[in-house]
């Protein structure tokens, strides 16, 4: 099994920044992932990184944010910058297992952008 904490989610004002963190417990974790929802809106992919450290951006995200794990302490992050009002959205982070292709979820962290 495998268990997902985000942190780091909060209030900022707009061109602010913020570091979420997800804490993964348990291995064999391929794809590290984070998704966002915004009210209203369906749950999208906001940029993601594999085992190797391949890294897959949304358009809208990309330049600003930074997806980075850190395999030794089972931790991924995505470091957001230049933030918008529009990047306003519950973030969830999500790990693919790596011999089943199972995915698993965090229940997600709070990110505000106020214009």
């Known amino acids: 099994q495998v268990q997902l904490v985000e942190s780091g989610g909060g209030l900022v004002q707009a061109g602010g920044s913020l570091r979420l963190s997800c804490a993964a417990s348990?291995?064999?974790?391929?794809?590290m992932n984070w998704y966002r929802q915004a009210p209203g809106k369906q749950r999208a992919l906001v940029a993601g990184?594999?085992?190797?450290?391949?890294?897959n951006y949304a358009d809208s995200v990309r330049g600003r944010f930074t997806i980075s794990r850190d395999y030794a302490k089972n931790t991924g992050y995505l470091e957001m910058n230049s933030l918008k009002p529009e990047d306003t959205a519950v973030y969830y982070c999500?790990?693919?297992?790596?011999?089943?292709?199972?995915?698993?979820w965090g229940r997600g962290t709070q990110v505000t952008v106020s214009s």
């Open positions: 999500n790990a693919v297992r790596q011999y089943d292709n199972r995915d698993f």
């Open positions: 348990g291995r064999s974790i391929n794809t």
């Open positions: 990184i594999t085992s190797r450290g391949s890294t």
